[in-house]
C-alpha cells in the first residue's frame, strides 16, 4: 500500500456546501472563516491531521467552547467533513459535502 501524500495547503480556499447553506474559507494553515444565512465571516480555529480536523470556535460570540475534532476527506474539489460523532459549535451535526470554489 503506497502512502499518500498529505498537503495540509489543500484545504485552504473557498469551499461551498452542497445544499448551498454553508461556506468555509481557509485563509491559512490554523483559521478559517463559516458564513451561513445566519451568521458572516465567523472565525474558528482549525488543526488539520491526516484523517482528523481539530475545530475551535472563536469567534464574535466571545464564548468558551472545548475544540472537538473529527473525521474529513479531502480531495482536488471535494470536502467531507463528519460531524456525526460529537457536536460542533456552530455546524450540524451531520455529514456535510463542500465543493471547491
Not at 27 to 48: I, P
Not at 65 to 93: A, R
Request: with cysteine.
Amino acid at each position: 500500500m503506497a502512502c499518500e501524500k498529505f498537503n495540509k495547503n489543500d484545504i485552504l480556499g473557498t469551499w461551498i456546501s452542497s445544499d448551498l447553506s454553508d461556506t468555509l474559507e481557509f485563509v491559512d494553515n490554523s483559521s478559517f472563516y463559516k458564513s451561513t444565512v445566519n451568521m458572516s465571516h465567523d472565525h474558528y480555529d482549525y488543526n488539520l491531521e491526516k484523517d482528523s480536523i481539530e475545530i475551535r470556535y472563536n469567534g464574535t460570540l466571545y464564548i468558551l467552547i472545548q475544540p472537538t475534532k473529527h473525521y474529513y476527506k479531502l480531495d482536488e474539489n471535494s470536502l467531507v467533513l463528519d460531524l456525526t460523532n460529537t457536536e460542533c459549535y456552530g455546524f450540524n451535526s451531520e455529514r456535510i459535502v463542500y465543493s471547491k470554489q
